[in-house]
C-alpha cells in the first residue's frame, strides 16, 4: 500500500511539472531519474500521466515548434535537431515543422538576416560574411537560403 502511495505522490508532482510547460517522455524520464524515483516505476507514472492527458507528444511538439519559431526564431533544421534530441518520432517532427506557414518562415528569416546584416555595420569584409553566416546556421537556418541572403546584402 505505501508503493501505491508513493507512486501516487510522484504522478501528483510530476503532473504539476506537465501543467507547468508542454514535456516530451524523455524530459519527464529526466526528471524522475533526477528525482531518484526507482526505474520500476517509470513505466507506470508516464502511462497514468498519458491516460490523465498531462503527458502529449503531439501536443508538445506543435508546441514547441510554434514557440521555437515565433520566440526564438529558429529556422526547421536547429527545429528538427532538438525535437531528434528528444527521441521525437520523425512523423510527429514533419507533421509540426510542416504547419510553419511559408511566407511567415521567409519574412521572419529575412528580418533576422536584415537585422544581423545591420548589427555588422554593413560591413562587407570576409569577417563579416563569416559571422553572418555562422549566426544563422546556428539558429537552425538552411545553407541555400542564407547564401542566397549574402549574394543580396554582401554585394561584393
Same mark, same amino acid.
Given at each position: /500500500?505505501?508503493?501505491? !502511495?508513493?507512486?501516487? =505522490?510522484?504522478?501528483?508532482?510530476?503532473?504539476?511539472?506537465?501543467?507547468?510547460?508542454?514535456?516530451?517522455?524523455?524530459?519527464?524520464? =529526466?526528471? /524522475?531519474?533526477? /528525482?531518484?524515483?526507482?526505474?520500476?516505476?517509470?513505466?507506470?507514472?508516464?502511462? *497514468?500521466?498519458?491516460?490523465?492527458?498531462?503527458? $502529449?507528444?503531439?501536443? !508538445?511538439?506543435?508546441?514547441?515548434?510554434?514557440?521555437?519559431?515565433?520566440?526564438?526564431?529558429?529556422?526547421?533544421?536547429?527545429?528538427?535537431?532538438?525535437?531528434?534530441?528528444?527521441?521525437?518520432?520523425?512523423?510527429?517532427?514533419?507533421?509540426?515543422?510542416?504547419?510553419?506557414?511559408?511566407? =511567415?518562415?521567409?519574412?521572419?528569416?529575412? *528580418?533576422?538576416?536584415? &537585422?544581423? !546584416? $545591420? $548589427?555588422?555595420?554593413?560591413?562587407?569584409?570576409?569577417?563579416?560574411?563569416?559571422?553572418?553566416?555562422?549566426?544563422?546556421?546556428?539558429?537552425?537556418?538552411?545553407?541555400?537560403?542564407?547564401? &542566397?541572403?549574402?549574394?543580396?546584402?554582401?554585394?561584393?
Amino acid at each position: /500500500m505505501s508503493e501505491l !502511495f508513493r507512486q501516487s =505522490d510522484i504522478v501528483k508532482k510530476l503532473q504539476r511539472y506537465c501543467v507547468y510547460q508542454d514535456r516530451c517522455h524523455k524530459e519527464v524520464v =529526466d526528471k /524522475m531519474k533526477l /528525482m531518484k524515483i526507482p526505474y520500476s516505476l517509470h513505466d507506470n507514472v508516464i502511462v *497514468e500521466l498519458i491516460k490523465d492527458d498531462f503527458l $502529449n507528444e503531439e501536443r !508538445f511538439v506543435f508546441s514547441f515548434v510554434r514557440g521555437k519559431f515565433r520566440i526564438k526564431k529558429w529556422g526547421k533544421i536547429k527545429l528538427r535537431n532538438e525535437l531528434f534530441q528528444r527521441n521525437i518520432t520523425s512523423f510527429l517532427i514533419n507533421n509540426a515543422i510542416g504547419q510553419i506557414n511559408d511566407n =511567415d518562415y521567409m519574412e521572419t528569416f529575412d *528580418e533576422i538576416a536584415l &537585422k544581423k !546584416f $545591420n $548589427n555588422l555595420n554593413n560591413e562587407t569584409d570576409l569577417s563579416s560574411k563569416k559571422k553572418f553566416v555562422t549566426y544563422l546556421q546556428y539558429r537552425g537556418w538552411e545553407t541555400d537560403l542564407i547564401f &542566397k541572403k549574402v549574394n543580396v546584402l554582401f554585394k561584393t
